[in-house]
């Protein structure tokens, strides 16, 4: 069984700083694509920021120069560097991995729990 644990949310001034943290675990053979979305109260899920195993990122164009997403592949583990943060960056963070698992022959998609980022003064 595959689980994806984030950690690093929480309440920031305007302008502060956080560091997300996604570590997946399990039987776990492959990670092509980690990635963080977010979920603002009345909004739909977006994709912020993405990185594949080789290293390639996308960022949305609201968090470019801002957001730095990073990867340790022996740990399993991708980041998320919240620079200059504002009140609009609040929502649901939320990991996700596209990983193939012990015994299988395909890649699937799992998500985190979700951790809360407030930016608020």
């Known amino acids: 069984q595959v689980q994806l644990v984030e950690s690093g949310g929480g309440l920031v001034q305007p302008g502060g700083s956080l560091r997300l943290s996604c570590a997946a675990s399990g039987s776990i053979i492959n990670i092509n694509t980690m990635g963080w979305f977010r979920q603002a109260p009345g909004k739909e899920r977006e994709l912020v920021a993405r990185?594949?195993?080789?290293?390639?990122?996308y960022y949305t164009d609201s968090v470019k120069g801002r957001f730095t997403i990073s990867r340790d592949n022996a740990k399993n583990t991708v980041y998320l560097q919240m620079n200059s943060l504002k009140p609009e960056d609040t929502a649901v963070y939320y990991c996700?991995?596209?990983?193939?698992?012990?015994?299988?022959?395909?890649?699937?998609?799992?998500w985190g729990q979700g951790t809360q980022v407030t930016v608020s003064s």
């Open positions: 990185i594949v195993s080789s290293g390639s990122t």
């Open positions: 996700n991995a596209a990983l193939r698992v012990s015994g299988t022959y395909y890649y699937t998609n799992y």
